[in-house]
């Protein structure tokens, strides 16, 4: 993972970051006065309140929102900026303080504000940051270097900007993915069970006139309706939410069954798997919850491979808890455990298996084991959502 990556996955609220950042600023704003104490005290006292405010609006985090708070500060370096070059002859009324703090909030305003925030308040920050060692009597060193450092701050913010903006991108598409192949399924599912619907009723057109309806025949409508319309209500909501594209092709019926397989086609060059399926687990599942699990586990085991090489034993679970059905997957690799939480989730594997298990009305968790392995755990209702 490049240096770009790892800062683009920075949250935008870290409090490491927010007393890092006060602490550096606070702290160079003292130097500053250290330095400034021979000017009179007017202008140390306007040197310093204007290092001070750039300073407040730098930190990261704050309630404030980012376009507020870059807005004071340009307003403020640059109307201090005004009164020194229009009043004074004073020399080096600036400090690296209000400097510090123009380019931390340029490169907040770069990475993470709006296209229009940016494009806005981006330059004017800029400007801003390099108009400051103007106030010196003699800035033509000083501004050139600040010059620099400001271009340098600028194009590496506008570098997080494009990556935090491909992952989001990478994201959404991952996310449309599963909604497309969610629809496909739903659509194979529901089809299964209507046309079961069908059959039976034409059936009944031929009984009924000559008697009395099967009772097991209606049993049979009503199961199958059931059915059809438990899975329609555990995936419409995400149905309404999928891609304008689909992809062809049909959907493979997947389900239990084809788990010891899997786990089989997975050790020939990985570690063992060992199943542990409840009896009669399987028929008490509907047909799309039963498809869920089987990708969940499928692209728990590709995580596996990926990112557990070290692992010696993979154990998947599935019992019958009195809140719904718990899948497990746990193997015992130290690599992905050991691994730092924004390395972890680097891919969109676990966003996937989260938006799968969110669209049967239940959830799905990861992380590592008392043991020092990884689990995947998902807690999925029998019931569908609603009833």
């Known amino acids: 993972m490049t240096l770009v990556e790892r800062f683009s996955r920075l949250p935008a609220r870290n409090p490491r970051v927010m007393i890092a950042s006060g602490i550096v600023l606070f702290g160079l704003i003292t130097i500053d006065a250290v330095f400034l104490e021979r000017l009179p005290s007017a202008e140390l006292v306007i040197a310093i309140g204007s290092s001070i405010v750039c300073s407040l609006c730098a930190i990261p985090g704050t309630p404030v929102p980012l376009a507020v708070r870059g807005s004071v500060a340009v307003v403020v370096s640059w109307g201090v900026t005004l009164y020194f070059l229009a009043g004074t002859d004073e020399i ?3 400090g690296i303080g209000e400097i510090a ?3 931390l909030l ?3 305003v770069c990475w993470r504000a709006s296209d229009r925030t940016a494009t806005i308040l981006a330059p004017a920050l800029a400007l801003a940051c390099m108009a400051v060692p103007t106030r010196d009597a003699n800035p033509q060193e000083w501004t050139l270097a600040i010059s620099l450092i400001t271009l340098i701050v600028a194009t590496f913010s506008l570098l997080l900007r494009a990556q935090r ?3 989001f991108r990478d994201l959404a598409e991952t996310r449309s993915v599963e909604r497309r192949a969610l629809a496909r399924e739903l659509h194979d599912v529901v089809a299964h069970h209507i046309t079961g619907i069908v059959v039976q009723a034409k059936a009944i057109r031929f009984v009924g006139p000559q008697g009395r309806i099967p009772d097991d025949a209606l049993e049979r409508i009503e199961t199958e309706a059931a059915e059809a319309l438990n899975a329609m209500k555990r995936l419409v909501a995400v149905m309404r939410r999928a891609g304008d594209h689909e992809e ?3 959907l493979a019926p997947t389900g239990l069954g084809d788990l010891p397989q899997m786990a089989r086609d997975f050790a020939r060059t990985g570690p063992p798997v060992k199943l542990d399926i409840a009896p009669g687990v399987e ?5 799309d919850v039963r498809a869920g699990i089987h990708r969940i586990v499928r692209e728990a085991l590709t995580n596996i491979r990926k990112h557990a090489a070290d692992a010696a034993l993979v154990r998947i679970s599935l019992h019958e808890l009195p809140t719904g059905i718990e899948l497990k997957v746990i193997n015992d690799g130290h690599r992905a455990a050991g691994l730092p939480p924004r390395a972890r989730g680097g891919g969109f594997g676990l966003e996937g298996m989260r938006e799968r298990a969110a669209a049967m009305d239940g959830r799905l968790d990861a992380g590592p084991t008392h043991e020092g392995g990884w689990q995947v755990q998902a ?3 029998l ?5």
């Open 92 to 94: 080096g009324v600036w």
């Open 101 to 103: 703090a123009l380019l």
């Open 106 to 108: 340029l490169c907040s």
């Open 165 to 167: 903006q491909r992952r």
């Open 248 to 250: 062809s092709g049909p």
């Open 283 to 287: 028929a008490r599942l509907p047909a």
């Open 379 to 381: 807690l999925l209702p």
């Open 383 to 387: 019931s569908p959502p609603g009833n």
